[in-house]
């Protein structure tokens, strides 16, 4: 069983691509030979079978390990599925409800009733608008000139898919801002890529500290500190009690003593955190809309 999961999983990373190429072809305008379509679909049904198969069994398997039906089919899909592909698959579907969230101005995601958002995305404005800019430019400059037909739907639906990525990415960091509980918890996130829940018995001590790191968000330097730093920069340090555990962007786990974070207004962040939690006329409105910068 362990070597199908492992066939199963090598082809499909193969699979993926190939059918990626056959539908920008078709929609190129390419002609395809019946004979290769019809190879890439028998692949692609025997493959989604022994798929079924795998997951029906380590379903099995878990429920006779005394799991519910719920999380035992969990447990399956963990036991299928790489855990890239699952961050992954479910970074693409947050994006996309953080965008929808985004233009129908739907309050921040997560803040509840005597919680304090912490907005960060103002930092990162005009980096991204300006990634937005270049992208625009990019793809309206190669639909003029490619003239290949395959080419060109190609690199439009990768463009188009450029621009509409550097949006949903900013707008899932407008309305995911971090936030402060009502019982002190501290929620760092960064969009849909992260999410550092830090619980407000390990919050040793908070300080204003402007550092301009070059790590990646989530990243854990050698004295076991991690960056979530927007627009080049971090403005708070949480030290811990004790280190917390959580997962990267691509699932690797990852360790840390203390954190630094960007927020757009570090003050009221700081003193709530040092207070314990948000004072109940502290907590502003919730507000979803784009920033005004």
């Known amino acids: ?6 066939v199963v999983r090598w082809s499909v990373a193969a699979l993926v691509p190939g059918e990626a190429v056959l539908v920008l072809c078709v929609a190129g305008g390419v002609r395809i030979s019946p004979a290769v379509r019809l190879t890439v679909e028998s692949t692609a049904l025997a493959l989604l079978t022994a798929t079924a198969a795998l997951l029906w069994l380590d379903h099995r398997r878990h429920r006779r390990d005394g799991l519910g039906r719920r999380s035992a089919f969990h447990a399956a899909i963990g036991d299928t599925v790489p855990v890239a592909v699952r961050k992954l698959t479910a970074h693409e579907v947050f994006l996309c409800t953080s965008f929808l969230r985004w233009v129908f101005r739907r309050g921040p995601h997560g803040v509840r009733e005597g919680d304090l958002p912490v907005p960060y995305a103002a930092g990162q404005t005009a980096m ?6 270049v992208c625009v430019v990019e793809t309206v400059a190669l639909a003029l000139l490619i003239p290949w037909p395959m080419v060109h739907a190609v690199t439009l639906v990768l463009d188009v898919w450029g621009c509409y990525f ?5 707008a899932s960091c407008v309305v995911r801002p971090h936030v402060i509980g009502a019982d002190g918890r501290l929620r760092l996130r960064y969009g849909a890529l992260l999410d550092i829940r830090i619980p407000a018995d390990r919050i040793a001590s908070v300080r204003l500290d402007r550092r301009f790191p070059q790590s990646r968000p989530g990243a854990v330097d050698e004295n076991g500190v991690a960056e979530l730093a927007v627009g080049g920069q971090t403005t708070i340090t949480v030290e811990l009690t004790e280190p917390v555990r959580y997962v990267r962007a691509l699932g690797r786990p990852a360790t840390a003593r203390a954190v630094r974070f960007y927020a757009d207004d570090s003050g009221p962040a700081v003193a709530a955190l040092r207070a314990g939690g948000p004072a109940a006329d502290a907590v502003p409105a919730a507000d979803g809309g784009r920033p005004d910068a």
């Open 1 to 6: 069983m362990r070597t199908l999961r492992r």
């Open 128 to 133: 991204m608008y300006g990634f937005f800019f």
């Open 166 to 170: 550097v949006v949903a990415l900013h």
